[in-house]
T-cell receptor
């Protein structure tokens, strides 16, 4: 099993600040996905990164996939209370599409 | 697109009874579905991989006779928790893998089922 280490585990910031969440592994993934989950709901897919060095932007969210496809980061600019949630990274582990999840980062943005 | 539904959203049952949870892909066909369990403030723990028309593959430590999985069609998988006990209380989430053209085999998740065993 390829392990994904996600950091930090918890992040509490004020509205308007920036934040970065990291996802690291010693193994190579064919692709990596980022999800956001709110309490009592299922995770919602934010983005899939596939190519080493890839950068994707989704409004105020910027996702990077490392050149070696072993690590990824999520950067949120000017965070808003609506960004509050559990952020999960997940690497595709095998040909069946099985995902290896990181431990998650709980983000709290206060007004 | 890529909507996955789960039913029921919440269930309370007595110890010793069985509970069935349904997972449906509404607008795409899913030859592979996954079942997860999630404890409070923790990440998702994969229980099993469900493949249409064949037996499910269970993760180490997951009892296949307790958590019965049936993937009878390309849009439906069911998880039955047999002889449920309070320690089975948890949030169960399914996902369906989109293998359609242009996809990167992303998984789309259902809204989850909160199971409480009294």
């Amino acid at each position: 099993t390829q392990l994904l280490e996600q950091s930090p585990q918890f992040l509490s910031i004020q509205e308007g600040e920036n934040l970065t969440v990291y996802c690291n592994s010693s193994s190579v993934f064919s692709s990596l996905q980022w999800y956001r989950q709110e309490p009592g709901e299922g995770p919602v897919l934010l983005v899939t990164v596939v190519t080493g060095g890839e950068v994707k932007k989704l409004k105020r969210l910027t996702f990077q996939f490392g050149d070696a496809r072993k690590d990824s980061s999520l950067h949120i600019t000017a965070a808003q209370p609506g960004d509050t949630g559990l952020y999960l990274c997940a690497g595709v582990e095998d040909s069946w599409g099985k995902l290896q999840f990181g431990a998650g980062t709980q983000v709290v943005v206060t007004p | 697109g890529a909507v996955v539904s789960q039913h029921p959203s919440r269930v309370i049952c007595k110890s010793g009874t069985s509970v069935k949870i349904e997972c449906r892909s509404l607008d795409f066909q899913a030859t592979t579905m996954f079942w997860y369990r999630q404890f409070p403030k923790q990440s998702l723990m994969l229980m099993a991989t469900s493949n249409e028309g064949s037996k499910a593959t269970y993760e180490q430590g997951v009892e296949k006779d307790k958590f019965l999985i049936n993937h009878a069609s390309l849009t439906l998988s069911t998880l039955t928790v047999t002889s449920a006990h309070p320690e089975d209380s948890s949030f169960y989430i399914c996902s369906a893998r989109d293998i359609g053209q242009g996809s990167y085999n992303e998984q789309f998740f259902g809204p989850g089922t909160r199971l409480t065993v009294l």
